[in-house]
């Protein structure tokens, strides 16, 4: 499934949540990979889509700007190509002007939002926990890539400029067979070097698989080619190593020795999460509360946010910072606004379930510095401290 999906990079993301417009559609809906549900996905998304529209008509929107906005997503849910090659859901993000599409591995409700700006906060579940790995399985002999995917079959990835394997460029002196147990002769010393060249053309060839979204590497390879790879790698691996050599073991099995790890990766990331706010609140940099995120992601000051995506919030937030719930026409999701704002700062964002939030208002920030009392403030209203 991993070829059909399409995320968008952080970069991609930032541009989306400066977007204002006369409408802003924002369409999640779940489809599936598999064939057999293909006519019932296609329904499904195009009444979402058939339902935008009334709600718009029915608003008293301009029919000039509605007309462009159907011709730009007439062809989406009519497209068999596009609905045969389908993840878990579908982001669906459009304006008049102009559509964009991005294909997920998480199961998101079905929802529609309409605003003058997008709704992201579902998307920034897949972009952080996405409970999709990537599966190495590495030998001297060849590499294998197996996607991962919470719910869905696994399936065998071949990325481009993969080596074909260790000593595939080496020329023929170096694929005669390398003397065992001689680390310290120079062929030993040679077979070293050529593997660890071998190990950064694999990592370079994954590095576009890893690139979008939190997709972690679970690395499946015997030694010492496993700590080789390990100490050349920039792709984000996960602290486990399936200790095997790969050659001989089948991708189910493969499989089930990698979920393990992939569970206890997600385990010890919230586990990090959990332990930086604990310390940053000793340091009166950690603020909980919606409003004091607010200011907060409104002057550049949050550098990491936790949100509960599943929390709807309904509200407007100020140049100030100051949030006014409601939910009256230009009104929209102020949990998504805190975020957008956060995002254009440079933060990091962490979309999770509420069991694993920090405090129950469905929001938390790390501080770049401690929050001045709301009382204390700077000229034009700003925050000092």
């Not at 700007?65 to 993000?93: M, P, W, Y």
């Not at 208002?361 to 700003?382: C, I, K, Q, T």
């Amino acid at each position: 499934m991993l070829s059909r999906l399409k995320l968008p990079t952080r970069e991609e993301v930032v541009k989306l949540a400066k977007v204002r417009a006369d409408v802003c559609v924002s369409i999640y809906a779940e489809t599936s990979p598999m064939k057999m549900l293909f006519d019932y996905c296609r329904l499904e998304l195009s009444n979402m889509v058939r339902a935008a529209f009334t709600r718009l008509e029915y608003s008293g929107f301009n029919k000039r700007r509605l007309s462009l906005l159907k011709e730009r997503l007439a062809h989406i849910a009519g497209d068999d190509d596009f609905c045969l090659n389908q993840a878990n859901s579908v982001c669906i993000l459009a304006t008049p002007d102009h559509v964009e599409v991005y294909r997920l591995a998480n199961h998101l409700n079905n929802q529609i939002e309409i605003a003058d700006r997008f709704y992201l906060k579902p998307l920034m579940r897949a972009l952080t926990f996405s409970q999709t790995a990537l599966i190495l399985a590495l030998s001297e002999n060849g590499t294998k890539v197996i996607g991962l995917f919470p719910e869905s079959e696994p399936e065998v990835i071949a990325p481009p400029n993969m080596p074909e394997n260790a000593y595939s460029q080496a020329g023929p002196p170096l694929m005669l067979p390398f003397h065992r147990g001689r680390d310290n002769t120079p062929d030993g010393t040679e077979r070293k070097i050529w593997l660890s060249d071998y190990a950064k053309k694999v990592d370079e060839a994954i590095e576009p698989l890893t690139r979008q979204g939190d997709r972690p590497v679970i690395l499946a390879a015997a030694e010492p080619l496993a700590s080789i790879y390990r100490s050349v790698a920039a792709s984000p691996l996960t602290g486990r190593t399936i200790n095997i050599g790969p050659d001989r073991v089948a991708d189910h099995e493969l499989v089930n020795l990698a979920r393990p790890a992939l569970d206890e990766y997600y385990a010890m990331e919230l586990a990090k999460l959990h332990a930086l706010f604990e310390t940053r609140a000793g340091q009166r940099r950690v603020a909980t509360e919606v409003s004091d995120v607010a200011r907060a992601a409104t002057y550049g000051m949050v550098s990491l946010i936790l949100v509960d995506f599943d929390r709807p919030m309904t509200g407007i937030i100020d140049e100030n910072g100051d949030v006014r719930y409601t939910d009256e026409p230009g009104s929209y999701g102020i949990i998504d606004e805190i975020v957008k704002r956060s995002l254009e700062n440079g933060a990091r964002i962490m979309a999770v379930r509420e069991p694993d939030m920090i405090g129950d208002s469905g929001v938390a920030a790390v501080l770049r510095y401690p929050l001045s009392p709301p009382e204390v403030r700077g000229p034009h209203g700003a925050m000092s401290g």
